[in-house]
T-cell receptor, first 113, second 115 residues
Framework: DAKTTQPPSMDCAEGRAANLPCNHS???????VYWYRQIHSQGPQYIIH???NNETNEMASLIITEDRKSSTLILPHATLRDTAVYYC??????????????FGQGTILTVHP | EAQVTQNPRYLITVTGKKLTVTCSQN?????MSWYRQDPGLGLRQIYY???????DKGDVPEGYKVSRKEKRNFPLILESPSPNQTSLYFC??????????????FGPGTRLTVT
């Protein structure tokens, strides 16, 4: 799986958009970008994933650059409950490591009142 | 409600006393997995199971056992716990199959302390 690089921490004001970047310059053509988050030692929670097109769901939007070397997770209207560690994960959907998610250090997002 | 449950949520035990952490999912998922999370090391996979009676080692299987006799349950067994197994443990599950989302559902975690 390709390595990802995320800033260790970010701050955001409540009600504003939170934009979390992720670099994955060694991503290959069949690797997806996944985002999970972990709120205060709870179980990680799936947010969104994509291959090359931008994606949006009820939680967030995922913007993937045209060369796929980086992506941005957007929480459009951050709330205090969005304070969490956000993980960007790049992997294929099959192969010998089927099912395993490799979590890096992630980005600690703190949403302020 | 679709969920993964783990029991117990908190456990303090002594070295060498066998223990089992249970994991159960109600989503009819084929794939289940155990992770441990330690400060500075992130989440590391211990064991996983592709389906009933099919299990395999993850990255850190030493000192652990698992079984998958039923689709919904995937217990984690520590035959002789040691202090280095003090950690936060997560169970996860997902559907399998081509074209399906890779979303994994995680349990709430079990905080284990071995003294």
């Amino acid at each position: 799986d390709a390595k990802t690089t995320q800033p260790p921490s970010m701050d955001c004001a409540e009600g504003r958009a939170a934009n979390l970047p992720c670099n994955h310059s060694t991503i290959s053509g069949n690797e997806y970008v996944y985002w999970y988050r972990q709120i205060h030692s709870q179980g990680p929670q799936y947010i969104i994933h994509g291959l090359k097109n931008n994606e949006t769901n009820e939680m967030a939007s995922l913007i993937i650059t045209e060369d796929r070397k980086s992506s941005t997770l957007i929480l459009p209207h951050a709330t205090l409950r969005d304070t969490a560690v956000y993980y960007c994960i790049v992997r294929v959907t099959g192969g010998t490591s089927y099912g395993k998610l490799t979590f890096g250090q992630g980005t600690i997002l703190t949403v302020h009142p | 409600e679709a969920q993964v449950t783990q029991n117990p949520r908190y456990l303090i035990t002594v070295t060498g006393k066998k223990l089992t952490v249970t994991c159960s999912q109600n989503m009819n998922h084929e794939y289940m997995s155990w992770y441990r999370q330690d400060p500075g090391l992130g989440l590391r996979q211990i064991y996983y199971s592709m389906n009933v009676e099919v299990t395999d080692k993850g990255d850190v299987p030493e000192g652990y056992k698992v079984s998958r006799k039923e689709k919904r349950n995937f217990p984690l067994i520590l035959e002789s716990p040691s202090p280095n197994q003090t950690s936060l443990y997560f169970c996860a599950s997902r559907r399998t199959g081509i074209g399906l989302s890779y979303e994994q559902y995680f349990g709430p975690g079990t905080r284990l302390t071995v003294t």
